[in-house]
């Protein structure tokens, strides 16, 4: 996913500017009070300093914004005021402030804010499905994805690209298992998966320059103050390249498809159907043109996005969590043998898996892989638990403060996946009956790849312990559960693990 603003900012900028804030600060803050504006009743937060508010607070504290904000909680309760700079950030961690913001004004609460310079590059001035404000481009575009990408009949016709995609990844864990003593970097192998298709190497590049995508995406000091950007000019000549890179890797790519679907029998190897084919021609409500090629490629990258990293993260979580405590893998390979005997396990077999189902539904609660959803913005100014949410603020939801929540789950702390299966506790991830985890969000923008995604760690998962069994690596000794943000919250200390392959 392209924008979530949940990243910390690199701690070592502060010193260097904050003198030089607090002069600006001043200089503006005189001024702004001059305009004079009607006092808005804003969510509580921690006191700031004038213009720059909070930012060298949430900078120098040197955690993790998740941290920061999982810290303050306590004090500020679940609806609070950061202010970012120039950017004000309202952050939401209740499942009721959820439900009335996300449901029941679920209209009001559907847009997404400005972007700074560096998104709006790599959005295409906000032409994604994520990016979009809530209007008709992002209607074009969500529709175009479900129906065409994420629907349950298109989920259904691509049941076998999975199952050779799976295929491949207990291929590649075994080869690399036979290379490297038995040992896998679970993350990395996990990703492939969802590069359907040949041409290994050839994704490898595309993996790679997705990455350093992500990392200039990552915040700057002058994001919050654009009235230091002319000391960014170097990291802005970065992002440049990085853009330009990005379109020549990813048009020669785009091309060749356009030619297969132009000139069908031309490519004996291309696949029947791709996302890109979707786009080619896309209508888009009130627009003439067609997505360009640069735009294509901003479409495309926030479908590999979207998926890959979240996905990953999950199963990274379950292999520690199934390490940290043998029994649950125990219990998930008994649950596979006693459904399909010696058979392959396939998505069909998995809706009849009730354990491992409640292990995926505890990781998702436990291990949302975005602490944060993306962030949203009010249409118009609106209430929200008695306070006022101004337009071009950032509202953020932090997903553990609903999942965790002691008043609306019991022992929150503790990774159990009985509290699902033995059906203690449940819990609707849409939020249609209820809300009380959010991995994917609620509401008009919940995440489009819910279903597939759900698929997809069910059958990994699945696949990966009936083929192997997974233990801790010698010299790793007792799992580290500790987590760090990159762009979804991984393990701190990337899992190894051992596989040894059941006879
Ligand atoms: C475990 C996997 C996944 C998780 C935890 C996840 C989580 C999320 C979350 C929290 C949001 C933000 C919702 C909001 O704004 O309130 C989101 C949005 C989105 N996700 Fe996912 N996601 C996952 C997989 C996928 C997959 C497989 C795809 C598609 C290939 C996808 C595509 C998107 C898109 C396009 C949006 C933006 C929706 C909009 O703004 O209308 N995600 N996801």
């Given at each position: 996913m392209a924008s979530l603003s949940s990243s910390p900012l690199s701690p070592y900028y502060h010193l260097l500017f904050t003198a030089l804030a607090f002069l600006i600060s001043f200089l503006i803050f005189v001024f702004s009070r001059k305009s004079g504006s009607k006092k808005l009743n804003l969510p509580p937060g921690p006191p700031g300093y004038p213009?720059?508010?909070n930012l060298f607070q949430v900078a120098r504290s040197g955690k993790p914004f998740f941290q920061y904000v999982r810290e303050l909680i306590p004090k500020y309760g679940p609806i609070m005021t950061l202010k970012m700079g120039t950017r004000t950030m309202i952050i939401i961690s209740g499942a009721d402030l959820a439900k009335e913001a996300l449901i029941e004004k679920g209209q009001v609460f559907a847009s997404r804010p400005r972007e700074n310079p560096t998104r709006t590059i790599f959005s295409c001035n906000k032409f994604t499905v994520n990016a979009a404000l809530y209007g008709p481009v992002w209607r074009s575009l969500r529709r175009n994805m479900v129906q065409n990408a994420l629907s349950a009949a298109r989920l259904r016709e691509f049941r076998h690209v999975r199952d050779s995609a799976m295929d491949k990844l207990v291929d590649r864990l075994k080869s690399e298992a036979a290379a490297n003593d038995g040992v896998v970097w679970v993350l990395r192998n996990a990703s492939?998966?969802?590069?359907?298709?040949?041409g290994w190497e050839l994704i490898e590049k595309v993996d790679q320059m997705m990455k350093t995508v992500l990392m200039v995406l990552d915040p700057r000091l002058d994001d919050y103050l654009?009235?230091?950007?002319p000391l960014f000019s170097k990291q802005w000549k970065r992002v440049q390249e990085v853009r330009n890179q990005q379109i020549e890797t990813l048009v020669p790519l785009i091309e060749k498809r356009r030619n297969a679907v132009q000139n069908?029998?031309?490519?004996?190897?291309?696949?029947?159907?791709?996302?890109l084919d979707t786009l080619f021609d896309l209508k888009i409500e009130g627009r003439k043109s067609s997505p360009s090629n640069p735009e294509i490629v901003t479409l495309c990258s926030e479908f590999l996005n979207g998926g890959t990293d979240t996905t990953a993260t999950a199963v990274e979580w379950a292999v520690a969590r199934m390490i940290e405590n043998p029994e649950i893998q125990t219990r998930l390979y008994d649950e596979i043998r006693t459904t399909v005997g010696g058979k392959k396990v396939d998505e069909k077999d998995v809706e009849k898996m009730p354990y491992l189902n409640a292990v995926v539904k505890e990781l998702l609660r436990k291990?949302?892989?975005?602490?944060?959803s993306l962030t949203h913005a009010v249409t118009e100014p609106a209430k929200l638990g008695g306070y006022d949410i101004p337009t071009d603020t950032n509202v953020e939801f932090f997903l553990p403060g609903i999942s965790e929540d002691p008043n609306i789950w019991s022992d929150p702390e503790k990774f159990d996946p009985d509290r699902f299966f033995a059906g203690r506790e449940e819990a609707d991830m849409t939020g249609?009956?209820?809300?009380?985890?959010i991995p994917f969000g609620i509401?008009?923008?919940?995440?489009?790849g819910l279903s597939m995604a759900t698929v997809h760690v069910n059958l990994m998962l699945a696949r990966m312990v009936q083929e192997f069994e997974w233990s801790g690596h010698p010299d790793s000794g007792k799992v580290d559960l500790s987590e760090k943000l990159e762009f979804t919250v991984v393990m701190k200390n990337s899992l190894r693990a051992k596989i040894t392959p059941r006879a």
């Open positions: 213009v720059v508010g492939y998966v969802f590069w359907f298709g040949n654009p009235i230091l950007s069908p029998g031309s490519d004996k190897t291309a696949a029947s159907f791709s996302y291990h949302p892989p975005t602490y944060f249609v009956t209820g809300v009380k985890m509401g008009r923008r919940i995440c489009p």
